[in-house]
């Protein structure tokens, strides 16, 4: 079971955001009102939702996080479906598994379609097994699969496959550029999850940065902020693999990984670099913090702070509709620059030092990226917008648009001394 109501809001307590259906029957409006202008009124667009999967050859599946595409269109929690849209008419079907009676006893009682319709505001329910007699029944003179490259992460996504699709007339390149797109611009619903993720990620920082103190372990950081995201704001998920950097392992950009699992000894002295966002009903966010573990700053590390600190208000003063990504990605690098500058730690002028390439070797990583269901949000390098650059540092943006209403972005400027650099 999960944490929707029978009116279609879903809620982990009165003390969480609820969040209605209606999120995601606006997003299916969106994307069908896109897909109008390009396909014929007997179109369909046929996703397939996320399935468990299993800690290799065990029995035990690893806790289950929906498709990311097939959330934003249905909002449903549930593994193992489809959903069906009718383009010109926005009629959505979903189909759910069939659960036999020998799993009842493990896996509960599930929800009858009407129940499934109810809850997720959609106008048919069916099981998956009548997808194909369903399909037969319509006859769409085109269906509609999702296929194409995430840049972020140069894999595919899941393109929806049933026995027997290969009856009907498919195309699976028009969706995937639209539905992308659609992405990126968010509604008046999404901020809202997002600005409630990101609340409860605010607050589980500043829960851990009052708990942190010299010869605690990095992990018990960790969990700290893990503890307040979940029993506090009901966030059961992050975006991403919790970064708690201290001393030189804040020069690892993305640290926490399996060889460096979060687990050095935090020491007097040493600066912590926290890189966590929880997430709220498939909505991430992502926050960075970075403090002196022992609550006071030397001049050297108050010195850095200061400089990434105002490359980021440069950047917050700039940015608006309008504006290129790539020249506030500059515009950070340039503030760092003179920043050092300032203290002595570089000579030369500013537009030189840049064009030589050298803000790239203290921050090798782009200023942000887009945010929203993945911490990496899609979109950024999609046909029909920029191209990639391919100057050091700003080859390394994950995204080189001009900004629009509805975006959201991280803004996230660093410096780094990293000794391999």
Not at 100 to 120: F, S, T
Not at 281 to 308: C, E, H, L, M
Not at 360 to 379: R, S, T
Request: hydrophobic share 35%; net charge negative; glycine share 8%.
């Amino acid at each position: 079971m999960t944490c929707i109501s029978q009116d279609g809001k879903f809620s982990l307590g009165e003390h969480t955001l609820s969040v209605p259906m209606e999120l995601f029957k606006l997003n299916r409006e969106r994307l069908c009102k896109r897909l109008s202008e390009v396909v014929d009124k007997d179109a369909y667009v046929l996703l397939q939702g996320g399935s468990n999967v299993s800690h290799y050859c065990t029995d035990v599946d690893y806790v289950f996080r929906q498709e990311p595409y097939f959330h934003w269109t249905f909002g449903v929690s549930e593994p193992d479906c489809y959903g069906l849209i009718h383009v010109s008419s926005g009629e959505a079907h979903l189909f759910f598994p069939r659960v036999g009676e020998e799993h009842l006893v493990w896996l509960g009682k599930p929800l009858c379609l009407d129940e499934y319709k109810c809850r997720y505001k959609v106008n048919y329910a069916s099981y998956v097994d009548t997808l194909g007699e369903t399909l037969n029944t319509l006859k769409p003179s085109l269906i509609l699969t999702l296929f194409g490259k995430n840049t972020d992460s140069d894999l595919t996504c899941k393109e929806a496959h049933f026995e027997g699709i290969d009856r009907f007339i498919l195309d699976n390149k028009i969706l995937h550029k639209i539905i992308a797109d659609c992405r990126v611009i968010k509604t008046d619903y999404e901020k809202e999850v997002m600005r409630y993720a990101t609340k409860v990620t605010c607050n589980a920082h500043k829960s851990v940065m009052t708990k942190c103190k010299p010869n605690m372990y990095e992990y018990q950081c960790e969990a700290n902020f893990l503890h307040y995201a979940y029993y506090v704001g009901g966030c059961r998920h992050v975006g991403y693999n919790n970064i708690c950097c201290s001393g030189m392992n804040g020069a690892i950009l993305h640290y926490g990984h399996a060889t460096e699992p979060n687990s050095k000894k935090i020491h007097d002295g040493d600066m912590c670099l926290f890189d966590m966002g929880a997430s709220y009903y498939g909505y991430t966010a992502d926050v960075t913090v970075s403090f002196p573990a022992n609550g006071k700053f030397t001049d050297d590390q108050r010195a850095i702070y200061n400089a990434v600190l105002a490359a980021s208000r440069a950047v917050m003063n700039a940015i608006k509709p309008g504006v290129s990504w790539v020249d506030m990605h500059i515009l950070a690098n340039k503030v760092i620059l003179r920043e050092l500058r300032e203290i002595d730690l570089l000579r030369g002028d500013i537009d030189e030092m840049y064009e030589a390439g050298l803000a790239a070797i203290f921050q090798p990583h782009g200023l942000g990226h887009l945010l929203g269901i993945d911490v990496h949000d899609v979109g950024g390098y999609l046909e029909g917008h920029p191209d990639r650059p391919l100057k050091p540092g700003v080859k390394a943006l994950r995204t080189a648009r001009n900004l629009e209403v509805g975006m959201a972005l991280t803004v996230e400027p660093g410096c780094y001394f990293i000794e391999p650099v």
